[in-house]
């Protein structure tokens, strides 16, 4: 089987892309002794891809009970999930732990904190730590802090933190500071709650930006991360990874062509590219992705899906469009803008290998 086999829109998955993004993410947490990966699969949802992001069925992360059920059946026991826990859902987790999974859950609430200690199942927690993203997570030297590994008891397992605000960082300097701020704000946690006598078998922070570039992980115990492993237009921005680095692809046909606006029709619309905007405030706009040859080269220029409707996209050049290389029904690729919300949308990737054939058809899982 080869690309001009499949059904469009699709998503295509470079192995030998995807293998060399995990060499270095893999590379990055080695330079720091004792320090271990734990891959968040909230992207890839795939236990092919775990597989070779965690060998040996590795710890990981998940973001939906979905997830954490799913690879807990595929042999990946250690698992962070890493959302904020709901009361209505520790049955579930607690029911995958008692199936040999060893699934931990995050709170950063009192009350939620004592509904984990009175569950009956095996459950436990680890604490979020706000370290300068203000989403989720307490300060790790508020009173909250303390209260909530108090009420947990014997079922704290530690501390997490996520800097997303890594995100917003346009230099390997600013993102190196970052890097340590969430270090410092993770282990000074560790370190209170220990003080304390609670049990802190886990400090786990990252996100993509900082566990390439943090210098300083003493105290940390593990690191998560994601994206890398398939990268988009905006993580090439602010130098998670290059521009050949880019794993997924959409695979589209061209549907029309419309040479008084320099722009052809696709297939691949809001669905299948998602209409996030990340790389709206980067250095470059990649509007809604940039289109790629079928061997997913720039032969078009700055070909940029500029508007999408629901099954539609719009892509214009920055020069000429080859018109006579793109007749309706040419397949064409689309990188994505945020790889993370445009593969939510696929239930399976199609495998290639820097080529056309298709090696192989890889599962993900979807829902919650």
């Known amino acids: 089987m080869t690309l001009d086999d499949l059904p469009t829109p699709c998503l295509l998955l470079d192995l030998g892309i995807l293998k060399r993004n995990l060499a270095r993410m893999q590379a990055a947490v080695a330079r720091h002794p004792g320090l271990r990966l734990r891959p968040h699969m909230k992207t890839a949802k795939s236990i092919a891809v775990a597989d070779l992001a965690a060998p040996g069925k590795g710890p990981i992360t998940v973001s939906t009970i979905a997830e954490a059920r799913y690879f807990a059946g595929g042999g990946f026991h250690d698992q962070i999930y890493a959302v904020g826990i709901t009361p209505a859902k520790l049955d579930a987790v607690a029911a995958l732990n008692a199936q040999g999974a060893d699934v931990k859950v995050i709170t950063d609430d009192a009350d939620v904190a004592a509904a984990i200690a009175a569950h009956a199942g095996p459950l436990r927690a680890l604490v979020e730590v706000d370290c300068g993203e203000g989403r989720?997570?307490?300060?790790?030297?508020?009173?909250?802090?303390?209260?909530?590994a108090g009420r947990l008891g014997a079922r704290c397992a530690g501390v997490m933190t996520h800097a997303g605000h890594s995100y917003a960082e346009r230099s390997t300097e600013g993102m190196e500071r970052v890097a340590e701020a969430e270090h410092?704000?993770?282990?000074?946690?560790?370190?209170?709650?220990?003080?304390?006598?609670?049990?802190?078998?886990?400090?786990?922070?990252?996100?993509?930006?900082?566990?390439?570039?943090?210098?300083?992980?003493?105290?940390?115990?593990?690191?998560?991360?994601?994206?890398?492993?398939?990268?988009?237009?905006?993580?090439?921005?602010i130098g998670t990874h290059g521009m050949a680095d880019i794993a997924v692809t959409v695979l589209t046909a061209v549907t029309g062509r419309k040479p008084d606006r320099n722009a052809v029709l696709v297939d691949a619309g809001a669905i299948a590219l998602s209409k996030d905007r990340s790389t709206e405030k980067a250095p470059k706009d990649y509007g809604f992705g940039l289109m790629l040859d079928l061997d997913g080269q720039p032969s078009f220029g700055e070909a940029i899906v500029a508007r999408t409707h629901q099954e539609h996209g719009e892509v214009r050049g920055d020069g000429p469009l080859p018109f006579d290389l793109l007749p309706v029904g040419a397949l064409v690729r689309i990188a994505p803008n945020h790889t993370c919300l445009t593969v939510a949308a696929h239930d399976r990737y199609h495998v290639v290998d820097g080529g056309r054939?298709?090696?192989a058809v890889w599962d993900r899982v979807n829902g919650w």
């Open 357 to 359: 054939e298709v090696l």
């Open 184 to 237: 410092r704000g993770a282990v000074l946690a560790a370190d209170r709650l220990r003080g304390m006598g609670a049990t802190v078998d886990v400090v786990s922070l990252g996100s993509s930006p900082t566990a390439l570039y943090g210098r300083d992980m003493g105290g940390v115990t593990d690191v998560r991360a994601g994206v890398y492993m398939f990268g988009d237009l905006f993580q090439a921005q």
């Open 136 to 148: 989720g997570g307490v300060t790790p030297d508020g009173n909250l802090l303390a209260e909530i």
